[in-house]
């Protein structure tokens, strides 16, 4: 069983066409999925999609609206939802940034990205 743990993980990993980052405290997002909103922090992120945390769920395949609250400035953007981490979260794959916001989500991603230095003990790359 353990290795079957360890393939599933292979498996997941393998299929992720970015690098993710793990955020700071500080990347926030309102997000919206029918009728479901919330505000929740974006625990990783990267030009692909993100994760956020929190208790409510979306069915997989469903879009979800999301607005950045970073200190880029307004980034608005849809996603679908491709992971449901029940009580944790929401794996989502970004479909469209908003075009007057594309600048700002790939300075939001490039800040983000730098943050990584061994320095920077809170921020770590996902693979």
């Known amino acids: ?3 079957e743990r360890n393939l ?3 498996v997941l990993h393998s299929r992720r066409h ?3 980052v793990e955020t700071p405290q500080g990347v926030w997002a309102i997000w919206r999925c029918g009728r479901t909103e919330d505000t929740s922090r974006v625990k ?3 030009v692909g999609g993100l994760f956020i ?3 409510k769920a979306c069915p997989v395949g469903a879009t979800v609206e999301l607005h ?3 200190q880029d400035g307004e980034i608005r953007a849809n996603a679908t939802v491709r992971y449901v981490k029940a009580g944790s979260g929401l794996g ?4 469209t940034v908003r075009g007057e916001d594309q600048a700002r989500f790939a300075t939001m991603v490039k800040r983000l990205m730098q943050s990584e230095s061994p320095a920077n003990s ?3 790359v996902l693979t």
């Open 1 to 3: 069983m353990h290795s």
């Open 8 to 10: 599933t993980k292979n």
């Open 18 to 20: 970015h690098r993710r």
């Open 44 to 46: 990783d992120l990267s």
């Open 53 to 55: 945390e929190t208790r």
């Open 68 to 70: 950045f609250l970073v």
């Open 92 to 95: 989502l794959q970004f479909e």
């Open 122 to 124: 809170t921020t770590k």
